[in-house]
């Protein structure tokens, strides 16, 4: 189906005003001059229109991939690396051949210099031209290398790092397959033999029909066992449309479409036959195996110093991961990682210096530092402040409580002194009121559900995301069961947080322009934490909360209730987007702040946005509200 609009541009035709129209230019295009015009439609037919103003950005330099061409068919645009080189693309060019090599970020910015009416075609679509027609294969490669001759001086293919990999260079071959008409037993045999965990099903042409997995056999075709069933062929069990994709496809993106899709494999195909086969394991493997070189060298450091050098270099590393994941929001867990790395390191360090100042051995008392918020969430971006607290066993002292409080202070100011800011709401070991023993933990705890006030409902905001940090696990075990309870006998409480919420305001005008701040040293931004992300946040963990649920980062509370049918596919996918959409956004403007020295945070002005990222924000605070909306009526018993 042909879509009209990208992200919600709409478009206005000119002189081009049908699909045929579309068709019968762009077989005109060099581009395009060696696909069979049939082929070329069935194509085009994938493909999104888009039309950009005089001066707006197409695409800005450092800029997360769009994941596909531009291919302009009327107007002008303009690409500058923001010094002395400078392209122009008339009509009929393409624009973002670079970067669909190397998927990377943007090196150039892209602005359309009159009014353009153009073609995006996902890359999927391009690598299927490629794979189907080897002419257009070979002219889009002497593309690339005219483009990079033109922005760079040479013509080369330097831009293809690691993450542009195919498939092909990775996948498990030959594929081990059954015909569809084979028992499920039969392919069970075979997956035992050969130790793998899933199977490629396909009819007696050697054409993908769907692939059977060891999770497959165990969720439909063991329950079904009961019924007797007269079939028990592996076509009728199988997965019919798993992801396929053709060898050429880069790694990183096929790992995009299984994670879009919740898809444990990858089926590497050639004309529509079986060639190989990866796993998302393997290939997240690969992916972030550069990840754990830093790790290591966090582990290594043994000064507060050294700490905070590595603290400042986090960006280099949000940036890397960016270069090397199509889906921003898996960056979070690993950016946390390493933050969490460099705090225990930190709290090691003021330990042990605690000790020899004191005397006063922390190991020896039953307690447990907790980490909230986005710490405990597993979602730090490259600001975290300090949301941290202690848990005591009901037989801890006051004299060991206050001593831990005084060790707070010291561990407080040494994060302070390594980057990490303190938090603003007094969420912090330092305040004795996050420093208590189970008991009185509980106390209040149940003081909030019962009458949480405004104080109550932010604090359990931040608190309730919590996990152990150091020290006994089974006090993180007994407070967060004792949440569970006192929600499930209160569910009024979520109804106050969701009405908290919903007075905030989502920062679109009814007629889809941006709202920013009125004034102040952020005026015309929007902070993207509080006026999206956090709803978001809030939301999921509502409905975490309500159904008794221990996951605590945000994406995998969605994939869980998802699971358990609590949120729909639709509601499911849309927030997805909403939040990939907002943490993208976050992280690429955190990692250009930090580059450039300028105070890292979580505000962005959607005037220096490409008009993609425009449209993908607005879209996404949309869903914003009616998530909102829908977890209220949830709660309070509304359809």
Known sequence: MFNIGL????????????????????????????????????????????????????FKKGESYHKGLYILLNGRVRMTDGGSREVIIDSGGVIGVSTFVGKSTYRVTAYADTACLMLFMPELYVYKLMEDVPEFRSSFHSLVSERNAELEGRASWSVASTTYKPLGSYMSSPVLAVN??????????????????????????????????SKHIVQRFIPDMQNNPTDISAGKYMERNPVALPAEYPLVEALAQMQHTRADYVVVVSANSPVGILSNNDISKMLFHNINVF??????????????????????????????????YDILPVLSSVHLNIQRKIYRLCGEEYYKETGFDLTKVRHTLMIMGSGGRREMA?????????????????????MFIKFGAKYSDALEYVGYEKCRGKVM???????????????????????????????SSIIFDFDGFAG??????????????NINNSPIFLIQMLERDSGLRIPLSMFGKFIGEKDGKHKG????????????????????????????????????????????EELYLHTLEAYETVVDIILKSQVEKAATGVHVNKYINPDELSLYNRERLKKALGHVQKLLNIGLRYFKGHP
């Open 525 to 568: 931004e929007i902070n993207l934490k509080s006026s999206a992300s956090a709803f978001i946040v809030d939301v999921i963990r509502a409905f975490t909360l309500k159904h008794g649920l221990n996951d605590l980062n945000t994406v995998e509370r969605m994939k869980t209730l998802r699971r358990m049918n609590v949120i729909s």
């Open 7 to 58: 992200c919600g541009v709409n478009m206005q035709y000119s002189e081009i005003s049908s699909i045929q129209e579309i068709v019968d230019t762009a077989a005109k295009l060099p581009f395009f001059s060696s696909v069979p015009k049939e082929r070329l439609k069935n194509a085009i037919m994938k493909c999104e229109s888009v039309t950009a103003d005089a001066s707006e950005a197409l």
């Open 295 to 328: 790790v290591t060298y966090v582990d290594k450091l043994e000064t507060l110093d050294e700490l905070k050098k590595a603290y400042s270099d986090m960006y280099s590393v949000a940036a890397s991961l960016m270069e090397n994941s199509r889906v921003s």
């Open 472 to 485: 006994d696990e089974k006090l993180v075990w007994e407070l967060r069961n004792h949440i569970n309870q």
């Open 429 to 459: 070991v330092t305040n004795p009121d996050m420093s208590l023993r189970i008991s009185d933990w509980k106390l209040k705890i149940s003081r909030w559900v019962s009458n949480p006030g405004s104080i109550g409902i932010m604090w």
């Open 382 to 402: 490259l600001d975290p402040d300090q949301d941290n607290g202690f848990i005591f066993d009901d037989s801890v002292t006051d004299e060991e409580i206050a």
């Open 180 to 213: 569809s008409s084979a028992s499920v037993l039969e392919a069970s045999k075979l997956m035992a033999e050969a130790n793998v965990g899933a199977i490629v099903i396909v009819d007696d042409e050697n054409v993908l029909k769907g692939l059977l997995t």
